[in-house]
Structures are given as C-alpha cells and as structure tokens.
C-alpha cells in the first residue's frame, strides 16, 4: 500500500494549456501579417505615384489590319527596359493576367482579361528578344518573350509567356522583321 501511496504522489498532473496566451500569440501574428500586406500595398501605390508621368496606354485602333501572329498565354509585366527589376505599375502594367496578343501590320494589341488592355503602335516597337526573366519572374532560358517599345519617353520591356513556348522564336523574328521595315521606312 505504502510503494501505491508513493507511486500516486510522485505523478503530477498535465499542465493546463494557458488559452489566453495562445490567443495572445495568434492575434499578435495575424496583425503582424496584415501589417506586412498593407506596406506591401502602400509601396505598390507609392510606385504608382513615382511612375504617374506616363502617359495613358493607347487602344487599339479599331481596323488594325490582317492578323499576322496570334498567342495566347501569360503577361507576367513590364519594367523599365534593361531593368528586369524595376517594374512599372501605372496604368495597370504591373498586373500578371492572362494575354492574347496579336500583331497587325498597324502594331502589337495586347488584352488582359481582368486587366487594362493596350496597343503598342508598329513605330513605337523597338526590340524582342528571348529572355529568362522579367520583374521578379524567372522562368528557364529562352522561356520569356520580352518586347522592348518606347511609351512617352521611356523604353518599356513587357514579358509574355505563350501557352505553347516553341512559338516564341516564330515572334521574336516577325516583331524584329517589323521592327526592321519601320525603321528603314522613316
């Protein structure tokens, strides 16, 4: 009876889980998040701000011509051009969506469903290239569409990623080839 008595008086309890503390503790990590959100936002609005003197986005003109190239797949953004991390958000060009791009001999019409549409004039396109990456976005070598056009004052790199990446080279010759005849008819 005595080695019982011992047995019971040696075990103890399971602490009592402190709920207040717990609570605490969650609380203070959900504001610590909402905080984080909201300077992330404020810094977007902030860019906005710092990028206000670009001029509104053209529209595509309402017969652009025959289709020459057509895509389907992803706008992952735009940035300043050499500047694959300085990203441009005004007027909605720093918003990843879906595209469907063509190009007409009048230019490169770009829709974003859920997002700003915009135009880039045949004269104002500048360069395509293969790239890896674009505002915070890297993808394998090659996997990238970039075309460099000239808005306002500033050269603009916009990043496209087609749903079917062997069609990427076909736009990089034909943007170039436009590119080409446009310069050389000025």
């Known amino acids: 009876m005595t080695s019982l008595y011992l047995l019971a008086a040696g075990r103890k309890s399971a602490e009592v889980t402190d709920w207040a503390a717990r ?83 009048a230019g490169l019409e770009v829709v974003r469903p859920g997002a700003s549409d915009f135009f880039v004039p045949a004269g104002r396109l500048r360069g395509a290239r293969l790239d890896k990456g674009i505002a915070g976005k890297v993808l394998t070598e090659g996997g990238l ?22 069609e990427h080279s076909d736009w990089v010759d034909a943007l170039n080839q436009m590119i080409n005849k446009t310069e050389g008819a000025r």
């Not at 460099?148 to 500033?154: I, K, L, N, Q, Y």
């Open 23 to 105: 609570v605490g503790w969650l609380v203070g990590l959900a504001l610590f998040v909402a905080l984080v959100y909201w300077l992330m936002r404020e810094g977007w609005k902030w860019r906005g701000t710092l990028q206000s003197d670009l001029p509104e986005l053209v529209a595509a003109p309402d017969d652009p011509g025959p289709v020459k190239l057509e895509m389907t797949g992803r706008y992952h953004g735009s940035t300043t051009a050499g500047q694959w991390l300085d990203r441009i958000v005004a007027h909605g060009l720093g918003t990843r969506s879906r595209v469907e791009l063509t190009l007409t001999d």
């Open 145 to 166: 569409l970039v075309v460099t056009w000239e808005h306002g004052d500033r050269l603009i790199d916009s990043g496209f990623r087609s749903d079917r990446a062997a």
